[in-house]
């Protein structure tokens, strides 16, 4: 079974997606440490000014003690940052093909006022990729697996074993910290991911890869999976 782990993130790019389409199993490392300025409440839209970063504001400060998982994460409702998302969504993709196609579902999403930021962030996810036709990929989160034992790497061996898993798929960037003997000696294949994407017509060229999937989305409609694996 093939299998990946990644942290739940906002609305990500095309590459979490081709992650997501190529696993049998994707497990949502929900119960790591918050990071913070990382992709986990923030990702990047493609406007006719450029890029523009759409950002959840959370609670990270005071009561928050350092080392907490993503999972105990709260959303910061002190100001309306979902109708304010919505609208620069709206501003930048109204004159896309598909984003009358979607517009019913998102205008429900930010409508939403979630507590937890992964609980919004991760049906989100999950509802984008059945978007994109992905509807083999069963998911699940990583704080639901019981005794998990060891740290980073040990820990996603456990994670695999946990789960039944003999093949582990992971971002290029993993290889900078992932010990490989031990996936060997674990018995697990692992293959590294490699991003090379076609480009497609954007509103407001140049090109720009890395921005939320909602801009292929809003682009290509039901072709957008054929941009992706």
Sequence with gaps: ??????QPSYIPWRGF???????????????????????????????SQGLQWLTIPVHTKGSVPEGTPINQIKISWERPWNLHHWRGIQFAYRKAPFFGKYIDYFSEVFGRKPEFLSNFTIQT????????????????????????????????????????????????????????????????????MTYNYPEYEQLYPPFESQVSIIDLLFMKGDDSLTFIR
């Excluded at 079974?1 to 990644?6: D, T």
């Excluded at 790591?32 to 409440?41: A, E, H, I, L, S």
């Design 17 to 47: 997606f081709h992650q997501i389409w190529k696993a049998d199993l994707f497990i949502f490392y929900d119960d790591v440490q918050y990071d913070k300025n990382g992709w986990r409440n923030r990702n990047r839209i493609k406007t």
């Design 125 to 192: 996810t999950i509802d984008l990729a059945r978007f994109l036709g992905i509807s083999h990929t069963k998911f699940i989160r990583s704080s639901e697996i019981d005794s998990i034992e060891g740290e980073k790497t040990d820990r996603l061996i456990s994670i695999l074993k946990k789960v039944g898993a003999d093949y582990y798929i992971s971002g290029p960037s993993a290889k900078d910290y992932i010990e490989k003997d031990k996936f060997d000696a674990a018995g697990i294949k692992l293959e590294y």
């Design 1 to 6: 079974m093939k299998c990946v782990i990644l």
